[in-house]
């Protein structure tokens, strides 16, 4: 399993990289905003996209609404503090949208509801 993780905060992509290793033997790469994200979902194949929205250069929902344009199906999720931006990214294109913070619990939510 290979998964991205794209958040320009760089402790909550340590967390959830060191969360996510717990959970699934993955590679994981990580991107501090989407237009870097962009790049590496272009460049290599994913098993999960898991995107912040609130970034610089390009936001969560602006990189799924893309990667979904390009034709790319596999499974994203995008996470944010704000709640109500889990309508947005419903429409945008993601799988799920899980609320920051967190935890183990919800990444193994996610992940069974994703069947992954």
């Not at 967390?15 to 996510?20: I, K, S």
């Not at 590679?27 to 098993?47: E, P, S, T």
């Not at 931006?85 to 193994?108: Q, T």
């Amino acid at each position: 399993m290979r998964i991205l993780i794209v958040d320009d905060e760089s402790s909550t992509r340590s967390t959830l990289q060191r969360l996510m290793a717990k959970l699934r033997n993955a590679k994981i790469d990580m991107a501090n905003n989407g237009a870097d994200g962009l790049k590496l979902a272009r460049q290599h194949w994913y098993d999960l996209i898991i995107t912040d929205y609130h970034m610089p250069k390009m936001d969560g929902i602006d990189l799924i609404y893309t990667l979904r344009q390009e034709g790319y199906m596999i499974p994203m999720v995008l996470i944010s503090g704000d709640p109500a931006v889990g309508g947005y990214a419903v429409s945008a294109g993601a799988n799920l949208f899980l609320h920051k913070p967190i935890d183990i619990d919800d990444l193994r939510t996610m992940l069974d509801m994703l069947g992954l």
